[in-house]
């Protein structure tokens, strides 16, 4: 039984509230939608994405109307969408992104990529790199040895999902500067941020200056990068279909999976919560 009633609802995307066709069903939308004007709560994302993603995203399912909170960057962007302002949290320097692009040279099949302003660095230009330029709508591609860029959100790691197991074990014998720390948020993407990043803190930067606390949030996820968002709230919801370590921690998992508005099914099961 709840003590005391829930205030926020707070979706990962990718995996969680997205389909694998990287969108919102109409389906979902629409109820999400309806929730928000039948019940006083505060709806929002928690991504690994940019934040040049997630309003898109929002506009095209039309829902921008609803989302009060956008945390971009696993949680070094927080975005008060009502208020349209932004507040951003650590950044990897320009030293730190030069220290882990000189130690990842040497392994060929993981590409290193971070964002500017002015667009997408990395390695190498492939069709996963045209792919996030896209989905971010970044302006174009560059290198990080031929032009200038400044601190980075984060700086990501891309390599062949299968070998994930590889890149940990690279990871934990690099000597990374010791303000960087490392969460896997896709299944072929490892993230290395400032340690203090994290989705949790992301989020408790909002609600706390909304002057409620993380008992009144509900999250939904799927993977690592959630893990910490998911014990910090109120209530945690593994999608069925997240990693096996995320439907262990959760509190509820759902029903159904991402491509079945699994996070529909569940909150019209627990309605009176809100």
């Not at 720390?181 to 909002?206: C, F």
Request: aromatic share 8%; net charge negative.
């Amino acid at each position: 039984m709840m003590m005391k009633k829930l205030k926020y609802i707070i979706c990962d995307l990718d995996g969680t509230l997205l389909n694998d066709e990287r969108r919102i069903s109409p389906r979902q939308a629409e109820y999400l939608c309806d929730l928000y004007k039948r019940k006083d709560i505060r709806f929002g994302f928690a991504s690994g994405r940019a934040l040049t993603s997630l309003i898109p995203i929002a506009k095209d399912a039309g829902i921008l109307k609803i989302c009060d909170v956008m945390v971009a960057n696993n949680g070094v962007d927080i975005y008060d969408v009502k208020n349209k302002r932004k507040t951003e949290t650590l950044m990897v320097s320009v030293e730190d992104i030069r220290t882990i692009l000189e130690l990842m040279k040497q392994y060929e099949w993981i590409n290193v990529t971070f964002h500017n302003p002015n667009g997408l660095y990395g390695l190498y230009e492939t069709p996963r790199t045209r792919q996030i330029v896209e989905i971010n709508h970044f302006d174009s591609f560059h290198s990080p040895f031929t032009e200038p860029f400044v601190p980075t959100p984060r700086v990501t790691l891309i390599f062949d999902p299968e070998r994930i197991d590889e890149v940990r074990r690279v990871v934990a014998g690099l000597e990374l500067p010791p303000s960087i720390q490392g969460v896997q948020s896709d299944k072929d993407i490892y993230d290395l941020a400032r340690i203090g990043v994290s989705k949790a803190k992301g989020l408790e930067i909002y609600v706390s200056s909304q002057g409620d606390t993380m008992e009144q949030v509900l999250v939904f996820g799927d993977g690592e990068n959630d893990l910490e968002m998911m014990q910090a709230a109120g209530v945690s919801v593994s999608m069925k279909n997240g990693a096996e370590e995320v439907r262990k921690k959760a509190g509820y998992v759902t029903e159904k999976t991402n491509n079945e508005d699994g996070i529909m099914h569940f909150l019209k099961t627990v309605e009176d919560w809100f």
